[in-house]
């Protein structure tokens, strides 16, 4: 297997496969009555047709080492991932080579990240480090295929150690 060290996820680190969902360092507009900071436009969803559809996803925590033995894309949306905890959670991407995914790079959100995968970027699964692994996911609904799975034949490890 071949090694792979998670490194924090950061806006400009990620940006070749997606936005990073955080706060601002400074609010766009203060609302309700003064009460509530609003953050808005963090990510721009993507679509080839269908719409933007709101799904509730509830994950199995994973743990460290993690194998790596798969990676998805979806050719004909964005996928938005916003956790409903103030958990960290891993996030592994990959540039695309020649239809299949290269060496894989692993992030570590901070609690209260959320991430927007760019239309057909590698990703790996869904993947909570503690329960819940609840998070409300923004995709594209809509007719037709739009998953492709690569099996690696060699797979990889994932450890921050």
Request: charged fraction near 20%; glycine fraction near 8%.
């Amino acid at each position: 297997m071949m090694p792979i060290r998670p490194r924090p996820l950061t806006a400009d680190s990620f940006a070749p496969f997606g936005d990073v969902l955080t706060l601002k360092d400074t609010p766009d507009k203060i609302i309700n009555q003064g009460m509530c900071a609003r953050h808005h436009n963090l990510a721009t969803l993507d679509f080839s047709d269908g719409q933007a559809g709101i799904s509730l996803f509830d994950a199995q925590p994973r743990s460290f080492p993690y194998t790596l033995d798969m990676m998805e894309r979806h050719p004909d949306g964005s996928q938005a991932f916003l956790p409903l905890s103030q958990s960290a959670f891993l996030v592994i991407v990959a540039k695309d080579r020649n239809g299949a995914p290269d060496v894989p790079t692993a992030f570590l959100t901070q609690a209260g990240q959320g991430i927007n995968f760019h239309r057909n970027v590698w990703h790996g699964v869904l993947t909570p480090l503690m329960a819940p692994g609840l998070f409300a996911v923004i995709d594209r609904i809509g007719s037709g295929d739009n998953l492709e799975e690569y099996w690696f034949e060699a797979p990889y490890v994932i450890d921050p150690d």
